[in-house]
């Protein structure tokens, strides 16, 4: 079967959905696009236009188009299989999947999903969902052992020594990760620690938690469940309820919770965000779409940071703040708490970070993960430079 992966809303996503398709979220271990794999062979997304060069899209004669905000399960994907050419998947009036030749789910046969998923209404479902999601994903990749460790055999031995290992889930073990002299206690859930990552000594790690490949946990780092630290990152300080997309770092002290942060992002030494206001009033966020602030109906919620934006060390950011793309935060004070995308300022004020500049910093930035930064790249950066101008009252 040839799936296709297809976006709707996508300006209720922003500032993420800006640089890439919803298949390229991560939730959990792995991106949304990675958790289909596992269950077919063929797999792409249809992304909007400006987008296609870099995300591509395989059409057959005969596909079945599933809504990249499905977060699969083995009921639904039963539900999947079954349908037939001209057949349209509902649940409650929302387009599940629809199997057709076209893009195209109008005049077909509707057939009700009885099954239960995980869906992803609005973009703070990336972390309240997180957690079950780490479970879920754990369940796919490895095989349903009753044992407390799994992984890379020639590792366990040594990681079980230097370790304190506390509750009965299991801890999961990739190829040339490296844990030492640390506390991981998987009473509310597993652990993953992805290939060649690594968790220094004096962390103190509560699962459910997903590191992916070559990140880094630094000395003394405190991350609470539900956080998943994504490829090629560097964290430090005290991580709640938080998702790495990947390639970003906080390397050093400070707090971030109940936040989702890009490709490509650093917050620098000392930065801390709130997640909880102050009158414990539910928390609302900038929305794209209504182009206003609304409320999430969560209590903790904190910062939402779009691809390729930095802070400076000392940053402190209000609940709820959404960060933009390209964005560069710094000096004292709270930042307001929706930052339009190539920003440059703070507190005081925000001037446009010139694309130019902003090239120059990208370029320096992807060249230290030896990932070139493409005309591709720029051509994407560009378009969504000249979409959020008016955001910056630039004309």
């Known amino acids: 079967m040839n799936i296709i992966l297809f976006d709707n809303n996508r300006s209720d996503f922003y500032p993420l959905s800006l640089t890439r398709p919803f298949a390229d979220f991560r939730v959990g271990i792995l991106t949304i696009k990675e958790k289909w794999e596992h269950y077919f062979d063929s797999v792409s997304c249809n992304p909007i236009d400006y987008l296609s060069k870099k995300f591509n899209l395989n059409i057959e004669k005969d596909n079945i188009w599933?809504?990249?905000?499905?977060?699969?399960?083995?009921?639904?994907?039963?539900?999947?299989?079954?349908?037939?050419?001209?057949?349209?998947?509902?649940?409650?009036?929302?387009?599940?999947?629809?199997?057709?030749?076209?893009?195209?789910?109008?005049?077909?046969?509707?057939?009700?999903?009885?099954?239960?998923?995980?869906?992803?209404?609005?973009?703070?479902?990336?972390?309240?969902?997180?957690?079950?999601?780490?479970k879920s994903d754990i369940n796919n990749i490895f095989s349903k052992q009753d044992l407390e460790w799994q992984g890379d055999l020639n590792k366990l031995e040594e990681i079980k020594k230097s370790n304190i290992k506390i509750g009965k889930n299991s801890i999961y073990i990739e190829e040339g990760a490296v844990v030492q002299h640390c506390i991981l206690n998987t009473t509310n859930g597993p652990i993953y620690i992805g290939k060649n990552a690594e968790i220094m000594e004096g962390s103190m790690i509560r699962g459910p938690f997903a590191m992916c490949e070559n990140s880094v946990v630094k000395m003394g780092t405190k991350i609470y469940g539900d956080t998943t630290i994504g490829p090629y990152c560097k964290v430090g300080g005290e991580i709640n309820n938080s998702v790495f997309f990947g390639y970003s770092s906080k390397a050093h002290d400070g707090f971030?919770?109940?936040?989702?942060?890009?490709?490509?992002?650093?917050?620098?030494?000392?930065?801390?965000?709130?997640?909880?206001?102050?009158?414990?009033?539910?928390?609302?966020?900038?929305?794209?779409?209504?182009?206003s602030f609304q409320q999430t109906g969560l209590q903790f919620c904190g910062l939402i940071m779009g691809d390729h934006s930095k802070c400076g060390i000392n940053t402190m950011f209000n609940t709820g703040t959404v960060v933009g793309v390209g964005v560069n935060i710094f000096g004292s004070g709270f930042p307001r708490n929706f930052i339009p995308s190539f920003s440059w300022g703070g507190s005081s004020g925000f001037i446009i970070h010139k694309l130019e500049k902003f090239f120059s910093t990208a370029e320096k930035v992807m060249k230290r993960r030896n990932i070139s930064f493409t005309d591709i790249d720029k051509k994407i950066l560009n378009d969504v430079y000249n979409m959020t101008k008016r955001y910056r009252n630039e004309k």
């Open 256 to 291: 971030l919770g109940n936040s989702i942060i890009g490709h490509w992002c650093n917050l620098g030494a000392d930065t801390n965000n709130s997640n909880l206001k102050n009158n414990y009033d539910d928390v609302k966020i900038w929305n794209y779409s209504t182009e």
């Open 66 to 134: 599933i809504n990249s905000k499905v977060l699969p399960s083995k009921d639904v994907i039963t539900e999947i299989k079954s349908l037939r050419r001209g057949e349209v998947l509902k649940k409650e009036s929302e387009v599940i999947a629809f199997r057709n030749s076209e893009f195209s789910s109008g005049k077909l046969n509707s057939v009700e999903s009885n099954s239960e998923f995980n869906f992803i209404n609005s973009i703070t479902d990336i972390f309240t969902l997180n957690g079950d999601e780490i």
